[in-house]
């Protein structure tokens, strides 16, 4: 993370990233089955940086008329692509959402939104899945916007199940 407070003009990621290699599968690696549910546009590696386009969705989708919404949504799925893409967890893991703290606009920019992956360390299934989000201005100096931090268990579909068994069992006994 960067000392700037929001809103302060920050230089990269580039207005127009260099492409180290090809558009990732935003829409499968965020666990999408209809592309039109997928809010990433344009994922890619620059170097070392994942970095990410997010895109409206489409007229009529329920999200539409909420955009602080959709960026939530938008940094949720980025979060789960990171999963994939920078921690190399299995396709089919399950994605437990712990904690959500996020810096967000009320209002994002209408010409778009560019997110970039934050490394942090995972210790064992639990990620802190980082990222910040830009304006990208077009003039080499992005403005950063916001970021968000989702702390995250990533686990294998026996594991998801007990967890959620407890969880079930935890919930009946406090009734």
Not at 37 to 49: E, P
Not at 156 to 171: A, H, L, M, S
């Amino acid at each position: 993370m960067t000392d700037a407070a929001p809103g302060t003009p920050v230089p990269p990621p580039p207005a127009a990233p260099r492409r180290t290699g090809s558009s990732l599968p935003a829409a499968e690696l965020s666990h999408r089955s209809r592309q039109e549910n997928c809010l990433l546009d344009d994922v890619w590696w620059a170097d070392a940086r994942l970095l990410a386009s997010a895109t409206q969705p489409p007229a009529g989708h329920f999200l539409r008329d909420y955009p602080l919404e959709q960026l939530i949504e938008t940094s949720r799925q980025f979060a789960t692509l990171i999963g994939h893409a920078c921690y190399e967890r299995p396709m089919d893991s399950k994605f437990i959402l712990r904690t959500l703290e996020a810096d967000l606009p009320l209002t994002p920019p209408a010409d778009g939104v560019r997110l970039e992956w934050v490394p942090r360390p995972g210790k064992g299934r639990a990620f802190d899945l980082a990222m910040r989000l830009y304006h990208p201005s077009g003039d080499g100096l992005d403005t950063e916007i916001g970021n968000a931090h989702l702390d995250t268990l990533i686990v294998d579909e026996r594991q998801y199940e007990t967890i959620r068994f407890r969880q079930r069992r935890t919930e009946d006994r406090a009734r």
